[in-house]
């Protein structure tokens, strides 16, 4: 069967405009920069979770030109929650980049937008045919899901410039929006990992997989997730808390999270160890097994240490980029 790939893609735009999730916060008042930070915020998440921190973000930067006035830690800060730091540590670099080489404004060429931190060639496809209409191909995992099915392929048997030739056919000249709105809706909310619903698909006439059971696709079995030990102690006054900024590659790294355990035993003199909190925190690869040991201090002292380190006030933890969980202890005391 030769598929009519014009045809597909004019189905596409059809059902978007129908059926399309036009409400989504960054799909109004459209301009390059929310395009931008809506992109990099979808990257490994969910929509339902993206759209709170959008819409917070947005509020606290509403343009390019009020985050080029941010500091990393302000805008790790707006990210905290979120995980997958590093998108946050790459819109930092990235309007850095656009403020020094670009005058302040997002770059509307695909090779200077592929050159920005954190932006490879779908995600600078997107942008081109979402924020400057001008048709490129995207392969995102719902792109690459609906294209196989299309063509009844696992998958794991498509080389990557196969399904980037593919997609490249089916992008759509006249509405570029439209069609790359609608191919990342279609495979969201329609042509779904499990249980796709081929009736409701404007596709399933076109589909060789429509309406017979899916190939399973990238089917791996489940494995144990690597478990993570960390023990922290977690010092407050009345007013304030010792933090530290992570300064290594890795986990949380560039966050502001408390003191290990061991760097509090030379100053137990002064602390006073008010309880004990142990819980599990579940990251998407990884989980972490956290024994914090909350301690009481009357009073502010220094450390003899070169990390960067603050008396951080209880009033001001907002500002600064922590991890989710010990937000949440904080949130507790």
Same mark, same amino acid.
């Given at each position: 069967?030769?598929?009519?790939?014009?045809?597909?893609?004019?189905q596409?735009?059809?059902w978007?405009?129908?059926n399309?999730?036009?409400?989504?916060?960054?799909?109004k008042?459209?301009?390059?920069?929310?395009?931008?930070?809506?992109?990099? /915020?979808?990257q490994?998440?969910?929509?339902?979770t993206?759209?709170?921190?959008?819409?917070?973000?947005?509020?606290?930067?509403? &343009?390019?030109?009020?985050?080029?006035l %941010? &500091? $990393?830690?302000?805008?790790l %800060?707006?990210?905290? !929650?979120? !995980?997958f730091?590093?998108?946050?540590k790459?819109?930092?670099?990235?309007? $850095?980049? /656009?403020?020094?080489?670009h005058g302040?404004?997002?770059?509307?060429?695909?090779?200077?937008? *592929?050159k920005?931190? !954190?932006? !490879?060639? @779908?995600?600078?496809g997107?942008?081109?045919?979402?924020?400057?209409?001008?048709?490129q191909p995207?392969?995102?995992?719902?792109?690459?899901?609906? *294209?196989?099915?299309?063509?009844?392929?696992?998958? %794991?048997?498509?080389? +990557?410039?196969d399904?980037?030739?593919?997609?490249?056919?089916?992008?759509?000249?006249?509405d570029c929006?439209?069609?790359?709105?609608?191919? /990342? #809706?279609?495979? %969201?909310t329609?042509?779904?990992?499990? =249980?796709? &619903?081929?009736?409701?698909?404007p596709? =399933? +006439?076109?589909?060789?997989?429509?309406?017979?059971?899916?190939?399973?696709?990238?089917?791996?079995?489940?494995k =144990?997730?690597?478990?993570?030990?960390m023990s922290?102690?977690?010092?407050?006054t009345?007013? @304030?808390?010792?933090?530290?900024?992570?300064d290594?590659?890795?986990?949380?790294?560039?966050l502001?999270?408390?003191? +290990?355990?061991?760097? /509090?035993?030379?100053?137990?003199n002064k602390? $006073?160890?008010?309880?004990? $909190?142990?819980?599990?925190?579940?990251?998407?690869?990884? @989980?972490? #097994?956290?024994d914090?040991?909350?301690y009481?201090?009357?009073?502010?002292?220094?450390?003899?240490? =070169?990390?960067?380190?603050?008396?951080?006030?209880?009033?001001?933890?907002?500002?600064?980029?922590m991890?989710?969980? *010990?937000?949440?202890?904080?949130?507790?005391l």
């Amino acid at each position: 069967m030769k598929q009519d790939f014009k045809k597909i893609s004019s189905q596409v735009v059809d059902w978007y405009l129908k059926n399309g999730r036009h409400n989504l916060p960054w799909r109004k008042k459209v301009t390059p920069y929310r395009i931008w930070i809506s992109e990099i /915020m979808l990257q490994q998440t969910q929509v339902k979770t993206v759209i709170p921190y959008f819409n917070a973000f947005i509020k606290k930067y509403p &343009t390019l030109q009020k985050l080029s006035l %941010a &500091t $990393e830690d302000e805008i790790l %800060a707006s990210w905290s !929650g979120l !995980g997958f730091y590093r998108r946050a540590k790459n819109i930092f670099a990235a309007k $850095e980049i /656009m403020k020094k080489n670009h005058g302040n404004k997002f770059p509307s060429q695909f090779d200077s937008i *592929i050159k920005l931190p !954190g932006i !490879g060639r @779908s995600t600078a496809g997107a942008l081109m045919s979402l924020a400057f209409l001008v048709p490129q191909p995207i392969l995102d995992g719902n792109v690459k899901r609906v *294209i196989s099915r299309l063509i009844r392929k696992n998958i %794991a048997a498509l080389k +990557e410039k196969d399904l980037w030739e593919l997609s490249t056919k089916l992008v759509n000249s006249e509405d570029c929006f439209s069609y790359t709105q609608g191919i /990342m #809706d279609l495979g %969201a909310t329609v042509c779904s990992k499990a =249980n796709p &619903t081929c009736n409701a698909c404007p596709l =399933n +006439e076109s589909c060789l997989s429509a309406f017979k059971v899916p190939q399973q696709v990238n089917v791996k079995k489940a494995k =144990n997730k690597k478990i993570i030990l960390m023990s922290f102690a977690l010092v407050q006054t009345k007013k @304030s808390l010792l933090l530290r900024k992570n300064d290594t590659e890795s986990i949380w790294s560039s966050l502001w999270i408390p003191f +290990e355990n061991s760097k /509090m035993q030379s100053h137990a003199n002064k602390l $006073e160890l008010t309880r004990n $909190e142990k819980f599990r925190h579940e990251l998407t690869h990884r @989980s972490l #097994d956290l024994d914090v040991n909350i301690y009481f201090s009357s009073k502010e002292f220094k450390l003899d240490t =070169n990390q960067k380190y603050e008396w951080i006030k209880k009033d001001r933890i907002e500002y600064y980029g922590m991890p989710k969980p *010990i937000t949440k202890l904080i949130q507790q005391l």
